[in-house]
Every structure is written in C-alpha cells, then in structure tokens.
C-alpha cells in the first residue's frame, strides 16, 4: 500500500516546454487535488476531482490543465511553462467526495520540484 | 478576506524540551482545523483534526487545542525529539466553498 505516489520527483524545464506531472493513489479514494507550494506561502490549490468524471479549478489554475484519468490517476499538465511555475508541487487524495467538507482528511504524495529556467 | 496566521516562523528548541505553536484564523463560516506535519522535503501528513465543538485532540506527544471563540489554535509538542524537527502547518476548512487554507507554517528545529 504506498498510498500516493508522484513521478517525477525533480524536473527542469525551459521556458515554453510542456511536461505532465503524474499521481495515484492505492487508497480507493474519490476525491484528488493537485497543490503548489512556494517558498513563505502556504500550499494554494490549483485544481481538484471531486470525483471520477470531474474536475474544477482551484485557486491558482491559470497556466494549468487536469486530467481525471481514472478513479486512480490525475494528471497535471503544463502546456508552456514558464519560470512563475517554479514551484513544488503535491497531489492529495481523500475518500470522501467533495471538497473538504467534515474530517474529509487529505493524504499528501511526496511532491515534484519543479524548475522552469 | 479568509486567512490563517501562524506564528511564530520559527523556533529552536533543546530536544526534550516543549513547545507551543499558535494558529490565528479569520476563516468563516468554520468547519474544522487540522494541524499538519511537514518534513524537509515530503508531504504533509495529518496530526489533528478538530471541529468546532472539540477543544482538545491528542496525537502521542502532540496535543491540538481550539477555541472556536476566539478563533485560536495551538499546537503542544511534549519531550521534544530530534524527529519532531519540520515545519508545522495549520490548515482551516471551510469559507463559503468549503475550501482547506493553509497557513504558512511555523519551522521548528530540535537541536541535541
């Protein structure tokens, strides 16, 4: 059971390239985020999959695409990236659908280290 | 605007020594506070999670208290361990689309 995994755990891209940053989790869960975390700020949501079949935009979801490809996997896409996207980011998985709701704990992957040059 | 302050940034402390985190928040209408552990370079992993109603919740060494009142928080670390070295997040649930924010953590280092 590893709970959630993210590939890769560092990546470095030039200005303009495209990448996808990749989640699962092994919890049976239905509801996915995908988080970023910036130095003296706290993590800002970018998007989340309330469920299988959903996705909805968080916070911060400019320059940002989701896929919700199976009740296991969520994927996020930078079409072109650019250097404000430095950043690490961290997929979390709860069982509960929705949001955040009651005790709706989230469990947080190991996160990417993302660096746009 | 719906905000969690924490304080403070950061703090060292002898190992085996206790310490206390503060958690502000501004958040409304409230559904419940988590505190969060982060080690350097991982995700964070749930210590507490507490509704209103509750004014303490216990984790081992690791004790969460809330006054919905006042809208404080604290964290209470007991018999400190070198382990315990990580950054400590506060996290509300709730605002008008019951969405989780995140405080920016207070840093705590346990030096032997």
């Known amino acids: 059971n590893a709970g959630v995994t993210q590939t890769p755990k560092f990546q470095v891209l030039k200005t303009g390239q495209s990448m996808t940053l990749q989640c699962a989790q092994d919890?049976?869960?239905?509801?996915m985020y995908w988080y970023r975390q910036d130095p003296g700020m706290g993590l800002r949501l970018i998007y989340y999959s309330a469920s299988e079949g959903t996705t909805d935009k968080g916070e911060v979801p400019n320059g940002y695409n989701v896929s919700r490809l199976n009740k296991r996997e969520f994927s996020l896409r930078l079409e072109s990236a650019a250097p404000s996207q430095t950043s690490v980011y961290f997929c979390?998985?709860?069982?509960?659908?929705?949001?955040?709701?009651?005790?709706?704990?989230?469990?947080f992957g190991p996160g990417t280290r993302l660096t746009v040059l | 605007k719906n905000q969690v302050e924490q304080s403070p940034q950061s703090l060292i402390i002898l190992e085996g020594k206790n310490c206390t985190l503060q958690?502000?928040?501004?958040?409304?209408?409230?559904?419940?506070l988590r505190w969060y552990k982060q080690d350097t370079g991982r995700g964070p992993v749930s210590l507490t999670i507490m509704t209103f109603s509750e004014n303490t919740k216990s984790n081992g060494r690791y004790t969460a208290t809330l006054d919905a009142d006042t809208k404080q928080s604290s964290l209470h670390i007991t018999a400190s361990q070198l382990s315990d070295s990580a950054s400590y997040i506060c996290?509300?649930?709730?605002?008008?689309?019951?969405?989780?924010?995140f405080g920016k953590g207070t840093k705590l280092s346990v030096k032997p």
């Open positions: 996290v509300v649930s709730g605002g008008s689309q019951g969405n989780l924010i």
């Open positions: 919890m049976n869960h239905n509801s």
């Open positions: 958690c502000n928040y501004t958040v409304s209408p409230f559904s419940n």
């Open positions: 979390a998985s709860s069982a509960a659908p929705g949001l955040a709701g009651t005790y709706n704990e989230q469990f």
